[in-house]
Nanobody, 122 residues
Framework: VQLQASGGGLVQAGGSLRLSCVAS????????MGWFRQAPGKEREFVAA????????YYGDSVKGRFTISRDNAKNTVYLQMDSLKPEDTAVYYC????????????????WGQGTQVTVSS
């Protein structure tokens, strides 16, 4: 299983970024997918998840109303649209195949990929 995240970068507070993650080596449409992030010195944090068909989405409390997760099963890709970015959103963002519900999700395949760095300046 490979998960290739991209789209990170440096942005000013209030700006937007769109992350993408292309998955290979798995039957993508069979899995819920999620985004997590990890800031220096902090534990990895749940950001968002989307069910296998895209019908339901879930968000961590810190990003609700600002981030939107979506997926394209034809392209084996999951996206994270990030708006109204804040300096506290600075982290490495990872995608993963997940299982869970509500705001409790975990990596079901134990594969994270290399992640993509997001840095928000104040």
């Amino acid at each position: 299983v490979q998960l290739q995240a991209s789209g990170g970068g440096l942005v000013q507070a209030g700006g937007s970024l769109r992350l993408s993650c292309v998955a290979s080596g798995l039957t993508f449409r069979n899995y819920a997918m999620g985004w997590f992030r990890q800031a220096p010195g902090k534990e990895r944090e749940f950001v968002a998840a989307i069910t296998w068909g895209g019908g339901r989405t879930y968000y961590g409390d810190s990003v609700k109303g600002r981030f939107t997760i979506s997926r394209d099963n034809a392209k084996n890709t999951v996206y994270l649209q990030m708006d109204s970015l804040k300096p506290e959103d600075t982290a490495v963002y990872y995608c993963a195949a997940v299982t869970g519900t509500s705001n409790k999700w975990r990596n079901v395949l134990n594969t994270w990929g290399q992640g993509t760095q997001v840095t928000v300046s104040s």
